[in-house]
């Protein structure tokens, strides 16, 4: 997978796929990790369905975990059960058709 550039754990970061959390037809869970540096890092994929004949949305977060979360998502044995409600508070990149961005929190469950 190509990293983002703005993926900022450290000076030459590399993402790596570690495990699928939750998938299905529109939205994604992953959890990545930096080849360079092992900082571990969540990755929400959503497709909002556009009905107008847009071509729909993409929208995908990236928010930095720390060891301890990265490890416990690592080795759950049901990760869609984890509580992520981290997630909502914790500083994310945000990109989407118009850029990327520094956002405050990010989801922590499926869109639908
Ligand atoms: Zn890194």
Not at 24 to 44: I, T, Y
Not at 79 to 84: K, M, V
């Amino acid at each position: 997978m190509a990293t983002p550039i703005f993926i900022d754990c450290c000076a030459g970061p590399e993402l790596a796929w570690v495990r699928t959390l939750y998938e299905s037809h529109h939205d994604q869970e992953s959890l990545l990790r930096c080849s360079a540096c092992r900082a571990f890092w969540f990755h929400r994929f959503n497709e909002y369905p556009d009905w107008t004949g847009g071509g729909g949305d993409l929208t995908t977060w990236y928010t930095r975990l720390t060891t301890e979360e990265g490890e416990r998502l690592r080795d759950a044995a049901d990760p869609f059960a984890e509580d992520l409600s981290f997630l909502r508070t914790r500083p994310a990149w945000m990109d989407d058709a118009r850029g990327s961005r520094r956002v405050d929190g990010a989801p922590d469950h499926p869109h639908g």
